[in-house]
Structure formats: structure tokens, C-alpha cells
């Protein structure tokens, strides 16, 4: 058995399930987003999500995994009143799936299938998105904008972190990668960026957003260079939407 075959398996028997994870705002303590990250339920090849989505991504199944994962959730925000969930639900784009010709057009259909506020999504396209073919990309951008949905930069810092993305791109968002906020407190170079793209985000207008926060100290520092937003293990695990019924930080 191929990974391939058995991401096609999985699509046919609906073998994959949505975890959630929350994003706070630093400073207050509260859930802001969560977001949706992919699991393969009784995945026969044991194999992580990043891989399967990697096999995916090359054999061109991505599109059809993002339309699940977009109608699941989709359905799901339709469902919950905004005083249930009164947070946006994040959501990945692989390259493929955000360069596609189908995709504003699938998204046209499922704002109307599920009357749902656009508004209450933030897309979250990876940076390495806008290397190529940057008129595509920014069309692409600026028409997700005009159907009122949010726009995330994801892993910015990891590969092709251009100040060009950052000043043509509309983005409301930025997401810190991991791979830097790791090294925030050991590392002072890494410190000396971090704070720099988090006051640059500021005067540009977006919101920051540190991820992978693991430990109290990248929290507490995070938190004096005015960082907005984070995400990470030490305030909760992606889980199962029913698991995060308590959905504050457990810091004291
Ligand atoms: O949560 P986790 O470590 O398993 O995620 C691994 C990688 O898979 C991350 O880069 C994440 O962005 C990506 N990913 C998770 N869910 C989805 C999804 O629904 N669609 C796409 N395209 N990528 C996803
Ligand atoms: O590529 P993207 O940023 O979408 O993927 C986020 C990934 O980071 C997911 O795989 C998610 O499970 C993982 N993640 C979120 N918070 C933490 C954390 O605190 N530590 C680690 N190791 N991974 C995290
Ligand atoms: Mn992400
Ligand atoms: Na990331």
C-alpha cells in the first residue's frame, strides 16, 4: 500500500478529523482564532500530518483534501451562533489549493451553501506561496479580500520572508514561525528580529502572531515586545473542538 493510496482510501471513507487549536491574545488571555490542523483518524501507515500532506501536495490530492477540510468547516461555523464561537476559524491553504482556478469559485458556492460570514475565516497561505508568479499570487490574495475572508501569512521567517510580500499584500495577519520564537530567549539575534517584525507589523497594520509557544519565558517576552497573538503547546494542543470547551489559557 501506497501513502497515495491510502490518502484516496481516506478521502472515500472520510477518515480524516478536524483538530483545533486556539490562538490568544497575549495580553488579555483570550482565544481569538482557532486553527483547524488536519488528523487522519486509524491512519494505517502511522504516518504524521505534515508528511501526508507533503505526498498530497506532490500527487495533487491537496486541492480535493482542502475542499473536505474547507466544507467541514464551512458547516461547522454555519452551526455554532457567533456567541458560541465568537473567535475566527483559521484555516491552511497549500500552495496548490491557493493558486487554484477552482477555488474562488468553490468558495463563491460554499459562502452561499452555508450563509456563513466570510469574515469569521482567516486563510492561511504559507509565505513560500508568493515566490513564483507574485501578480497570481497577489490576484489571489486580493480577490479571498474582496469575499470578506481573512488572510494569514503563515512560517513567515522560514524560508522567503521578502518585505516585498509585506507591503504589496493586504495580509492581517503574520505568523512567527516556530523556528524563531524557539530561540527568543537564548538567542539574541533571534530576540533583536522577532521584536523588530513584531513593531514592523504594528506600523503596517497587522496583527502578530507568535507560534509554537512552548514555555513561560518566550511567553513573557513575547509579551513585552507587544507580540498580539500566539499559539502553542504551553496554552493548548490541537484537540478535538468538543475538548476545548474551556478554551482560556491554564497559566497561573
Ligand atoms: O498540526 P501539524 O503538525 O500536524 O501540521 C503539520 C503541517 O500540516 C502544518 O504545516 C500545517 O500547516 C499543515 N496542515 C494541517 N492541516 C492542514 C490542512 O487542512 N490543509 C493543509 N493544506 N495543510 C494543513
Ligand atoms: O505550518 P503551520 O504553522 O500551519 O503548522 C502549525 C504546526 O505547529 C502544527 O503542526 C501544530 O500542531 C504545531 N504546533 C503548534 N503549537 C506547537 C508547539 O507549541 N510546539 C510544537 N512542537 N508544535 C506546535
Ligand atoms: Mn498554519
Ligand atoms: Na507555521
Known sequence: ITIENAIVEALKRSAFKLYYQP???????????VEVLLRWQ???LEISTQDFINVAERTGHILEIDEWVIDNVFQFVAKMKTKVLPYTVAINLSVQTFKSEKLIE?????VAKYGIEPSRIAFEITEYSFIDDFDKAKTAVMRLKQMGFRISLDDFGTRFSSLNYLVKMPFDLLKIDKS??????????????????????????????AEGIEDECQYQQLCRMGCDFGQ????????????LINLEPQLD
Open 23 to 33: 490562538i490568544y491574545d497575549m495580553r488579555a488571555g483570550k482565544v481569538v482564532t
Open 42 to 44: 486509524d491512519n494505517p
Open 106 to 110: 468553490f468558495l463563491e458556492d460554499e
Open 180 to 209: 524563531y520564537i524557539d530561540q527568543i530567549v537564548d538567542e539574541t539575534a533571534h530576540a533583536i528580529v522577532v521584536e523588530h517584525i513584531i513593531q514592523m507589523s504594528r506600523a503596517l497594520g497587522l496583527k502578530s502572531v
Open 232 to 243: 502553542g503547546f504551553l496554552m493548548a494542543k490541537p484537540a478535538p473542538i468538543e475538548e
